[in-house]
């Protein structure tokens, strides 16, 4: 199906879209727009993994400010920036080269979809986990993570559903939002979101309300006014309700397990191992949204359950029902590791799959020989 979204984000138009058609041109026309997509990826991980290695708990910046060194926030700054940048310019890039194909579409937002829980994860660590005094309560991340992961599959179970990508508003204002903060915590430190800025209440709170306020009145409503739309105007991929809502079912399920494991675990699991805990939850879910985006570009159904709903609701099981008692935390972190290389295995095979049936090279532009 042909690619087509719809930006109407003010931010996006009169800022940030200028902007991007003056890089635009410094990229030489040899380089492959999925290199683009790929380097930003890449550079939000590193900055994930360098964050993590300073803070691997969330306690940094309340406990001990200054144990994450200055540099590393300011190198947080520069590397969102990139990756916003490179995420905005791959398209244009492919367009520009003549190089739009299915396959740039998947990596894209198949690395987004990944991107976004590792961008709130990184953020985290500026607010730092609850200490009695100061920080976010784990259980509040893991609220804010679902939150920001509900809105991204609404975009796309939209797309599903009416055909477009509706581009959401928050996705601007997130990023641009993101990159202030790290300047102001490398600027001024990370007490600057330790102390009241307005009637009593903290920065972080500001954030949050702005989050929940963005999400449950413009996106979501938003989501379902589109797809009405298309409804009257008879432009409905699907036709039953049935097949509208089924990408919405494994989502779901799994949000709803991993809730019950959060809530009933006997070792607390998510305050012991918030970082695994919530990279498992970001990791799970791009897989699950990659299978509803590979099925929204090839006019596929997809499946009731997501296989990875069975093993999850075992573990869940185990845990809550007090059978994996002091292994809780060791099964969490094999569960962690086997999701992730999981979900790059699953990266990995579909690219190659694609690339050989449309007779493409992933990260160059070269055209293959037929064989």
């Not at 200028?18 to 999925?34: D, E, F, G, M, Y």
């Not at 784990?138 to 939209?158: D, K």
């Not at 012991?272 to 498992?280: E, G, N, S, T, V």
Request: glycine share 6%; charged share 10%; hydrophobic share 50%.
């Amino acid at each position: 199906s042909q690619y087509s979204a719809v930006d109407t984000n003010p931010l996006s138009v009169y800022i940030m879209q200028p902007i991007w058609n003056k890089i635009i041109k410094i990229v030489p026309l040899w380089i492959a727009p999925n290199l683009l997509t790929f380097s930003g990826f890449v550079m939000i991980l590193v900055n994930y993994f360098l964050i993590s290695f300073y803070d691997w708990d969330y306690t940094a910046s309340g406990t001990s400010p200054g144990l994450v060194p200055t540099w590393v926030w300011l190198f947080s700054a520069f590397t969102t920036f990139c990756a916003y940048a490179l995420d905005s310019i791959d398209g244009k890039h492919a367009r520009r080269t003549q190089s739009s194909t299915p396959l740039g579409e998947l990596f894209d937002h198949g690395l987004d979809s990944w991107a976004t829980s590792i961008f709130v994860l990184s953020f985290f660590s500026v607010c730092s986990r609850d200490n009695g005094k100061t920080g976010v309560s784990v259980y509040t991340m893991y609220i804010y993570l679902s939150i920001v992961l509900f809105n991204f599959m609404c975009s796309h179970w939209e797309k599903y559903n009416t055909g477009v990508l509706f581009l959401p508003w928050g996705y601007d204002i997130s990023q641009v939002v993101l990159i202030a903060a790290y300047l102001l915590t490398g600027a001024l430190g990370v007490e600057v979101w330790q102390k009241p800025f307005l009637f009593g209440y903290y920065i972080t709170d500001a954030l949050v309300i702005l989050l929940i306020g963005f999400s449950l009145f413009l996106s979501f409503p938003q989501t379902l006014y589109n797809i009405h739309r298309a409804h009257l105007k008879k432009t409905l991929k699907n036709d039953s309700l049935y097949e509208g809502l089924l990408p919405l079912v494994s989502p779901l399920l799994l949000f709803v397990l991993l809730t019950v494991w959060v809530v009933l675990s006997p070792s607390n699991i998510l305050a012991k191992q918030p970082r695994l805990f919530l990279w498992m939850v970001g990791v799970a879910f791009s897989n699950v949204i990659c299978k509803v985006i590979i099925c929204q570009m090839s006019n596929t159904q997809p499946e009731r359950f997501h296989w990875f709903l069975f093993p999850l609701a075992l573990v869940v099981y185990a845990a809550i029902s007090g059978l994996l008692g002091w292994t809780e935390e060791a099964v969490l972190a094999v569960l962690t590791a086997l999701v992730t290389a999981a979900h790059v295995h699953f990266g990995v095979c579909v690219g190659r799959q694609l690339s050989e049936h449309l007779n493409i090279y992933i990260f160059s532009l070269k055209k293959r020989v037929q064989e």
